[in-house]
Nanobody
Framework: QVHLVESGGGLVQPGGSLRLSCAPS????????MGWYRQTPGKERELVAV???????NVADSVKGRFTISRDYSKNTVILQMNGLKPEDTAVYYC????????????WGQGTQVTVSS
């Protein structure tokens, strides 16, 4: 079972930026896809952004134009760059690693809190 270590969450004012990192305990190329989800109390966990093994990236419509997902090969990490943050982006953000082709192969990080507030 892979261990995913997340970092970079915190408190930021509206319009600000944060950078989340996810470092797996094995090479990122072992996974078909890696991504970020977020969850707020009482709501379903939702996909924010995902990047495939071959580098194809997709982001949710709600964050398009503000968030980008990328990989840092030298550090074996997946990065979520969040710009233009809004209060509605406040959530616990979870790193996800999918080894296979379905959610049965998913591994999750422990989550990192992102709070956007003035």
């Amino acid at each position: 079972q892979v261990h995913l270590v997340e970092s970079g969450g915190g408190l930021v004012q509206p319009g600000g930026s944060l950078r989340l990192s996810c470092a797996p305990s094995e090479t990122i190329f072992n996974f078909n896809a890696m991504g970020w989800y977020r969850q707020t109390p009482g709501k379903e966990r939702e996909l924010v952004a995902v990047i495939s093994r071959v580098g194809e990236a997709n982001v949710a419509d709600s964050v398009k134009g503000r968030f980008t997902i990328s990989r840092d090969y030298s550090k074996n990490t997946v990065i979520l760059q969040m710009n233009g943050l809004k209060p509605e982006d406040t959530a616990v953000y979870y790193c996800n690693a999918r080894r296979g082709t379905t959610a049965l192969s998913d591994s999750w990080g422990q989550g990192t809190q992102v709070t956007v507030s003035s």
